[in-house]
């Protein structure tokens, strides 16, 4: 029977407190370009507050094209670049638009439902979230870099 951590290809998936550590960088990230939207924001108002349901699109669009963008251009965010994890398709590649934004619902689905998503690679076989089981996606483990004298 096949090691759920180690897919066919030999990488490694990711483990649950890994995911949550690379959500924790990433979350830092978003509240941080929310902040300096709702900066600008109150300034244009003159100082006023700012809100409603424009606002709240405004601020989901952007979660949205953060990680759209990062994933779906290298397979990964900053805060996966800072604890080695990768998006990857079943042949290897970054996902494509479509599995990105698929990706993206399933994160929402699985936030709304308390994590449930999330705790949900504790039971599948495979270590899947719902985000992964959607989008037809996995996330792996990228190796250690080579810290060799020899500088290969």
């Given amino acids: 029977m096949p090691d759920a951590d180690k897919p066919a290809n030999g990488t490694t998936r990711a483990g649950l407190l890994r995911r949550l550590g690379g959500m924790v960088y990433d979350f830092l990230i978003i ?3 929310w902040m300096i939207t709702l900066f600008a924001l ?4 003159g100082g006023n507050a700012v809100g409603g349901f424009g606002l ?3 601020l989901f669009l952007e979660a949205f094209f953060f990680f759209a963008w990062f994933w779906h251009e290298d397979g990964q965010t900053v805060g996966m670049m800072a604890w080695r994890m990768r998006i990857v398709t079943a042949t290897g590649e970054p996902p494509s638009l479509t599995q990105v934004t698929t990706r993206f619902a399933g994160a929402c689905l699985s936030a709304v439902c308390f994590g449930l ?4 690679a504790l039971v599948d076989p ?3 979230t719902w985000g992964d089981i959607m989008s037809d996606t996995r996330v792996i483990v ?7 004298p020899s500088g290969n």
């Fill in 142 to 148: 990228e190796p250690k870099p080579d810290k060799s």
């Fill in 42 to 45: 109150v300034t244009i108002n």
């Fill in 56 to 58: 709240q699109a405004l």
């Fill in 31 to 33: 509240i941080a370009l």
């Fill in 126 to 128: 495979d270590g899947r």
């Fill in 117 to 120: 998503g999330y705790f949900w």
